[in-house]
């Protein structure tokens, strides 16, 4: 696996919320290998958190997933996800809200109805993460995201597919 951060230099706190552990959760969620992890890249002026390409394990199709992290701010990170979803096959909110998600969504179905109806009808998946003490971590999946086969294409695609030898018939 190859990771590419375009802020390098500078920390960020959200950044932690992908490890290794999210990282194996999404790959046993999708049945996939991650192949590639672009960190805060730009697609059509936005930034994305991260972009994942993996390589599905029974065929060897690549799939790209979208990654809002989000420590607190919930409905940020619903606009900013429903923003970007075209441009992928999968996408998720990642937060450690794990123990007030059902405040968060309360808040959000209070002050943005329609808000929470756009996450749910384009299909934006989230995932909380338990950070243990001991370095351990716990994910739940909260919302699935389903599969977009129509994804806008973006400029790092036809690298990425070079990069890892993809056989024609793959979908991005």
């Known amino acids: 696996m190859i990771e590419k951060n375009n ?5 960020i706190y959200e950044d932690k919320l992908l490890n290794k552990h999210t990282i194996s959760f999404i790959e046993n969620l999708h049945n996939c290998e991650v192949v590639k992890i672009l960190r805060h890249f ?8 991260v972009i994942l390409y993996c390589r599905t394990l029974n065929k060897g199709l690549i799939r790209k997933i979208g990654i809002e992290l989000k420590e607190v701010d919930l409905e940020k990170a619903v606009v900013q996800a429903v923003e970007r979803r075209d441009f992928f096959n999968y996408f998720y ?4 809200a794990y123990f007030y998600i059902g405040e968060a969504f309360r808040k959000l179905v ?3 109805p329609n808000l929470l109806k756009e996450l749910i009808t384009k299909s934006v998946g989230m995932i909380s993460v338990i950070e243990y003490e001991n370095g351990k971590n716990e ?10 086969r129509d994804a806008v294409e973006i400029e790092t695609d036809r690298k990425i597919k070079e990069f890892i ?8």
């Open 7 to 11: 802020w390098e230099g500078k920390t």
């Open 42 to 49: 730009y697609v059509k002026d936005k930034e994305i958190d």
């Open 93 to 96: 909110i990642i937060t450690n």
């Open 110 to 112: 209070l002050s943005s």
């Open 139 to 148: 994910c739940f999946l909260i919302l699935p995201s389903k599969f977009k």
């Open 165 to 172: 030898g993809e056989r024609d018939e793959a979908v991005l």
